[in-house]
């Protein structure tokens, strides 16, 4: 569990290195959010380029995943992410299935290259922002319902799906700094 921040390296500014998510998104954000999901996929390759297996099996803090396990799980969560948007706008409100996060992070296909949930997010995220570009002010107001957190209209939800990109690119940004590994390639 992540604590109040004392300072850059305490345990919540690790955790949480962007912040957490904003709970109550605003309209007039979305166009940023949308960037932040189109991009994502070069976003966090860039930010992985370069490093070596040793790096890659580095936990991004203690008692964190390793930087492998993190792109997998980027990837795992998006595919998920794509799927609830998509029955959000084909069913009334449905209840999507969780998933156990910690679990899949630790399957045998997550000790495999990085370049695998790589290459799987760039058409995963170009269909996603094109159906997310088409959307029309009623749809975006469509939503499901998460068993753990209520309603999630599709707004909140890209806003966050935007925020998890950014916040797992920071996390290997922020562990590349503090080891003093090579500044990631722009």
């Not at 396990?69 to 969560?77: E, G």
């Not at 000790?111 to 094109?130: D, I, K, M, N, T």
């Not at 957190?149 to 996390?171: E, I, K, S």
Request: aromatic share 8%.
């Amino acid at each position: 569990m992540c604590a109040q921040p004392a300072s850059p390296h305490s345990l919540e500014a690790l955790c949480y290195p962007i912040g957490h998510a904003d709970p109550d998104p605003h309209f007039e954000a979305l166009p940023g959010a949308l960037a932040a999901i189109r991009t994502l996929p070069h976003d966090l390759a860039s930010a992985l380029a370069g490093l070596s297996d040793p790096q890659l099996d580095t936990p991004y803090r203690e008692g964190g995943w390793t930087l492998r396990q993190l792109a997998h799980h980027v990837a795992d969560s998006h595919m998920n992410a794509f799927v609830r948007f998509k029955l959000a706008l084909t069913e009334d409100w449905p209840t999507i299935k969780p998933y156990q996060e910690k679990l899949w992070a630790a399957t045998a296909e997550c000790a495999g290259p990085v370049q695998e949930p790589l290459s799987l997010l760039v058409p995963l995220h170009a269909r996603w922002s094109a159906l997310l570009a088409a959307l029309t002010a009623a749809q975006w107001e469509r939503g499901y319902v998460h068993p753990e957190d209520g309603r999630v209209p599709l707004l909140r939800a890209a806003h966050l799906y935007a925020w998890h990109g950014r916040h797992h690119t920071a996390h290997v940004l922020a562990l590349r700094s503090r080891m003093g590994w090579e500044p990631a390639p722009e």
